[in-house]
């Protein structure tokens, strides 16, 4: 059969052949052998080539498949992670721009509250020069000793805003300082004797709020005042102690006020 194709067109050099219900490859070359002319025939099963050669193409178009979804994947995660990350760079700008607003606020308002603070002490110690030319002016005892007295708790008051616009703590105040400062305070205005009555302190630091500070303060300048008065009248001497301890560890504090006055 091959040889038939063959003959058929000579010129040919390569050929398919259908033997029964088979397909073969045909090639055949010519030359010449001691005058005579030879001619070789090479038939090969194409089926089996076909057959890679179908598993070829089939692999490389499922490799092509794979590496187009990889390449669409990694595009995907690529794409995701920079809007990603471009969402974290927004969110860190806008955090930055709210935290320098909140500072800028923070600041404008701890600016306002040492005006304040500073302003309302001012008042206070003109509304103190106020009562003392008043006491001056009266000759009447019980009035200068009203006087007096008003004068001790507007300096108390004064000296707490004194206190926190020094310190810059608008929320807090170490009250054994405060306490302390009061005291020292007393003794030079309603001391008739300076040195006469010595002040011993013996207290421990202790942060409280400005509610707190308050009442303490005006408490401490009436019992300082009234140790002064009662306890060391006519210029006796002696020494005027101010505790603050801890009771317990359950938070509790003490505040005395004790002399060794008559």
């Not at 089996?48 to 490799?63: A, E, Q, V």
């Not at 404008?108 to 309302?120: P, Y």
């Not at 942060?207 to 019992?223: K, N, R």
């Amino acid at each position: 059969r091959v040889r038939t194709d063959w003959m058929a067109n000579k010129s040919r050099r390569g050929f398919d052949a259908d033997i029964g219900d088979r397909r073969f490859r045909a090639s055949v070359e010519s030359f010449l052998l001691n005058g005579l002319s030879v001619h070789v025939a090479v038939v090969m099963d194409i089926a089996p080539l076909r057959s890679w050669l179908d598993f070829d193409r089939t692999l490389i178009r499922n490799s092509i498949i794979l590496v187009t979804l990889l390449s669409a994947l990694l595009l995907v995660i690529g794409w995701r992670r920079n809007r990603a990350r471009r969402n974290i760079m927004k969110q860190e700008k806008r955090h930055d721009h709210q935290a320098r607003r909140l500072e800028k606020v923070m600041g404008e308002r701890e600016v306002l509250s040492r005006e304040v603070h500073h302003r309302v002490k001012n008042n206070l110690q003109v509304i103190t020069s106020l009562l003392r030319l008043e006491g001056f002016r009266s000759n009447d005892a019980p009035t200068k000793a009203v006087l007096q007295d008003m004068q001790g708790r507007v300096r108390t008051m004064a000296l707490l805003h004194e206190t926190i616009y020094r310190k810059g703590n608008f929320a807090a105040i170490d009250l054994g300082s405060y306490v302390g400062q009061i005291a020292s305070e007393c003794l030079k205005s309603l001391l008739i004797t300076p040195g006469a009555v010595q002040l011993r302190l013996e207290v421990d630091a202790l942060q409280v709020g400005l509610d707190q500070a308050a009442p303490c303060g005006m408490l401490m300048s009436e019992l300082v005042s009234n140790c002064l008065k009662h306890g060391f009248p006519d210029g006796h001497t002696g020494e005027i102690c101010i505790s603050l301890r801890p009771l317990d560890s359950c938070g509790q504090w003490r505040l005395q006020v004790s002399d060794n006055g008559v």
